[in-house]
Structure formats: structure tokens, C-alpha cells
């Protein structure tokens, strides 16, 4: 796949992520994408062995389609004590370690992590109280990252999840609350002039969190969070690819792979990861750095068959 040329001269939508790539006005001969929020609805939890099980069955599964050999010719197994390699991958009676990394939005990952943890009180704190929890049977709990103040942590997140219970009571309770192409609208609330495209949402923002309530005439309660809108930059997927290069090679692994658009420990895939490497598949990884020890790597789109070698010895599988 040629990549297109630069300056783009106008938008580019990336397929997967939903993105849009343009030239980075700070900086010439870069790209820039916005990438639109990650939604995600609890509950889900996925542990670190079954995302790094998820990452390995994607890898292996795009590495037969590279090899040109049968998925059931690949396959695999995990390291046999902490200090070695993650995975051991056969290959035809051929046996590498493999050792996985992540690509991803550290930071933003960081405070949608808060987010989620913010939404589990707020459910835990509408449990307790069986006359809420029937007052919000049928609706849905939709909890936004603001972008004005960071994500609450510890006793001020349990501070702020109190705050939005005693919000949605008064939100539910009121006898203003209509049915209204699938969305809510309460007496008194304050709504922008325009959220989504739609009028009269239940709104309100508390500690940086805006909550909306919507009904969608199922049993129970939904929760749903979304990450804030991002931007990330083709320069930038570059520093941080060849940052994990570095520091598996520093850690003396020879076979990496380093996975992009993996699910983290809620089960939630965000569309920053996706579009970073959307980015580095159409313009390119750019000059890695040397890397002494490791020998071969590549960069893997978890869930998919998009595999780009970065570092092939002479004598690759």
C-alpha cells in the first residue's frame, strides 16, 4: 500500500477508528488525527492474561497469513517462568519467544480508567438504594469525561459518585420525566444549546463528569462511559513505537511484538490506539532506532490480520 503524499491538502477518513487525518499545522511534514470518543457499557472486565491470550491469538493468526501457511501450523504457548519471554510460538517444528508490548494512549487510558471507576460507585451507590434503583429501571447512566478537570481519584471520586446518585434522584423523581425519542428531558436541568444533536437532555456536569440520563425502555439500568475527543499525531506514534523498542531491547528480548488497539482491563478498545496505528500503517513507522538485542519485530493491530514488520533478521521465520 503507497502511502498518500504530504501535505495531504485536506482530510483523510481512517476506516477503523473513524478518524480524520489532516496535515499537523504545528508541525510540517507531520499528520495529525481526531479521533472521535470511546464509548464504552459496563460491566466488563477482562484480566491481564486474557488481553495478553487475546493480543497472541491475533498475532498468531496474522502470522500464518504472512507466512502463507495454514492457522493451524501456528501456534503457541506461554513462557515457563517470570523472567522469561511472554509466549513461545511454533512455527512449522520452528520454536521463537515472543515477547508483547502495547502500543497505546497511556495517559488517556489512565483517566478513562478513573472514569469507569467513578461509574462503578455511581452503581454501587444507586444498589443501595432499592428506590432509586427501581426509579431508574429502563435508563440509561451516561457518564462523560468534561475535559475541563481530571478524573477523581480515591476519596474524592466516592465524594463525586455521591454527588451524581443525588443528581439522577432528582433526576428520576421528577414528574417532568418524559419519554422523548429515546431521550429524557427534565424540568429544570439546563441543557446546551446543542449536545449530539438532540434538545432537552437530562444534563448536568459535576466535578468535571457530565452526566446524561437516557431512557431506553429495557429492564434494568445501563451504565455507559465515554472518553473525551483526541487528537494524536503521526510523530508522536513514532517516539512511542520506538520507545517500547528500546525498552524490550534493554530488557535483552530478541522477538517482539507490539500490539495496537488492544482491549484494556475494562474490555474497552479505544479509537486513539486504533487510529495511531492507522497512522504509522499509511505514512509509515519512520527511522527506528538501533536496537542491539532485539532481532525481530513487528507491529500487530490486535483483532485483525494487519501485521507490519518492523525488525527482520536475516534468518526470519
Known amino acids: 500500500m503507497s502511502a498518500p503524499r504530504l501535505p495531504l491538502g485536506g482530510f483523510i477518513r ?20 481526531l479521533v472521535p470518543p470511546s464509548t464504552y457499557t459496563f460491566p466488563a472486565r477482562i484480566s491481564k ?29 506461554r513462557g515457563v517462568d517470570q523472567d522469561a519471554p511472554d509466549f ?40 443501595a438504594q432499592p428506590d432509586l434503583t427501581a426509579a431508574l429501571a429502563g435508563c440509561t447512566v451516561d457518564l462523560s469525561d468534561a475535559a475541563t478537570l481530571p478524573m477523581p481519584t480515591g476519596l474524592a471520586a466516592t465524594r463525586t459518585a455521591t454527588r451524581i446518585a443525588t443528581f439522577l434522584a432528582g433526576a428520576a ?4 420525566l418524559l419519554l422523548r425519542d429515546d431521550v429524557t428531558s427534565v424540568a429544570g436541568v439546563e441543557s446546551p444549546e446543542d449536545v449530539g444533536g438532540e434538545l432537552g437532555e437530562s444534563l448536568d456536569v459535576i466535578d468535571g463528569i ?4 437516557v431512557r431506553h425502555g429495557t429492564p434494568g439500568t445501563r451504565f455507559v462511559t465515554h472518553s473525551s475527543q483526541a487528537t494524536v499525531t503521526l510523530s508522536e506514534g513514532r517516539r512511542k ?23 484494556d482491563r475494562d474490555g474497552a478498545v479505544l479509537p486513539l490506539d486504533v487510529a495511531e496505528f492507522e497512522l504509522l500503517y499509511m505514512f509509515g ?5 538501533p536496537t542491539p538485542y532485539v532481532k525481530r519485530a513487528w507491529l500487530q493491530l490486535s483483532g485483525s490480520t494487519e501485521l507490519i514488520p518492523l525488525i527482520l533478521a536475516a534468518n526470519s521465520i
Do not use: Y
Open 173 to 176: 423523581s421528577s414528574s417532568a
Open 49 to 77: 492474561s486474557e488481553t495478553e491470550d487475546l493480543q497472541m491469538a491475533s498475532f498468531a493468526g496474522a502470522l500464518a497469513l504472512a507466512e502463507g501457511v495454514n492457522g493451524g501450523q501456528v501456534t503457541w504457548s
Open 88 to 127: 513461545i510460538v511454533t512455527l512449522s517444528e520452528k520454536k521463537v519467544e515472543i515477547e508483547l508490548t502495547a502500543l497505546t494512549a497511556g495517559a488517556l487510558r489512565a483517566e478513562r480508567r478513573r472514569l469507569s471507576r467513578v461509574t462503578e460507585k455511581v452503581r454501587d451507590a444507586i444498589t
Open 210 to 213: 457530565t452526566i446524561r440520563l
Open 241 to 263: 513505537l520506538s520507545d517500547r523498542l528500546l525498552a524490550k531491547s534493554r530488557k535483552m528480548r530478541e522477538n517482539v511484538v507490539v500490539c495496537a488497539g488492544d482491549p
Open 14 to 33: 481512517l476506516s477503523r477508528s473513524g478518524a480524520l487525518a489532516a496535515d499537523n499545522p504545528g508541525q510540517p511534514g507531520d499528520v495529525i488525527a
Open 285 to 289: 513507522c519512520g527511522q527506528l532506532p
